[in-house]
């Protein structure tokens, strides 16, 4: 991981989230000068060398807050869930996330933040048999994904309106991840999106084990370390604008994930049962990644086996005890 970000002042909104909590380690690692915005949650981990500001970024007022003394700002909070919720009630991520990432690049502008890094989705892309590259947004969406992947479209809309009509005072980088996971991932059972579901349902040994759909669902997963060090490379980019798609760029049918997962937790003795009642999402995804590998001179280092497996070790020394609760 490169060093180019040692003393850099650096705000990282949704500080107690998956995202935000892996990325504070690695900015840390680097030696840059990082503060965590927090807001109802406390922080996952606790580090003398972060400063952590609690703060509402539905308030422009604590926007200002946040985004004082700030050389890089990444807008890593979000409202977001799972499958169940997004199901139930699709406009639950409207109105918060795009009232959040209006406001907080507002703030960045008028305190002189140099650049402001989007967290988006890869939900902007329509469906499509083919690997979408980041010119292939359409203003289609798979039909369970069209509130949030509008919501995320048009916010990405805003970062590029900021950016291209501020003088050359604010760059902006765009990030459409793949299907993360790993350490600091929402296991619960309300939050929990596939690969953190199925892990926790392993260890608990559910049996039959239930899975949603039909488990030909196909993705693209990446290891939140990886994500991370393309994350942070991508902030010394110097483009006014760049939009990356940072994935694995190799998609793998659910049914795998599934074996992975039963393996690492010695699970395979448990009845998998599939239940298409159940709301699943779309059912394939391919993720070009080339744009990311070339400008960032980047490659994925964790294949899926690798990293279910590190996802597991760490829920069990760290989470195995809450989950008997």
């Not at 990030?175 to 993360?180: A, Q, T, V």
């Amino acid at each position: 991981m490169n060093n180019n970000l040692k003393g850099k002042r650096i705000t990282v909104a949704g500080a107690t989230g998956f995202i935000g909590t892996n990325l504070i380690e690695g900015l840390v690692s680097v030696g840059a000068i990082v503060r965590g915005v927090i807001h109802e949650k406390s922080p996952q981990i606790i580090n003398s060398q972060v400063e952590y500001v609690k703060a509402d970024l539905m308030h422009l007022d604590d926007c200002h807050e946040v985004a004082v003394n700030t050389d890089i700002f990444v807008m890593a909070a979000a409202n977001s869930s799972g499958a169940a919720v997004m199901a139930k009630n699709p406009l639950s991520h409207l109105a918060p996330n795009v009232v959040m990432n209006a406001l907080t690049l507002e703030a960045c502008l008028l305190n002189g933040v140099k650049k402001y890094c989007f967290i988006s989705s890869n939900t902007v892309y329509p469906y499509s048999e083919a690997a979408m590259s980041e010119t292939d947004t359409t203003g289609e969406f798979f039909e369970s994904y069209r509130v949030v992947g509008d919501m995320k479209l048009f916010s990405e809309r805003m970062v590029r309106n900021f950016c291209e009509f501020s003088n050359g005072a604010m760059n902006g980088v765009i990030i459409r991840p793949g299907n993360l996971y790993g350490p600091f991932d929402k296991f619960s059972k309300e939050e929990s999106k596939v690969i953190p579901a199925l892990i926790r349902r392993a260890i608990e040994r559910e049996n039959p084990f239930i899975v949603w759909g039909d488990g030909k669902d196909i993705k693209d997963f990446l290891y939140i370390e990886d994500f991370v060090e393309a994350l942070i490379r991508s902030l010394n980019l110097d483009e006014p604008i760049m939009t990356l798609n940072i994935a694995y760029g190799e998609s793998v049918v659910l049914k795998k994930v599934i074996e992975e997962i039963l393996i690492a937790t010695n699970s395979s003795d448990l009845h998998i049962k599939f239940d298409k009642t159940k709301p699943s999402m779309i059912p394939k995804r391919l993720i070009n990644n080339e744009l990311a590998r070339k400008k960032l001179s980047w490659e994925p280092k964790y294949p899926l086996n690798t990293g279910i497996d590190l996802t597991v070790k760490w829920y069990n020394k760290n989470l195995i005890l809450e989950s008997q609760l």
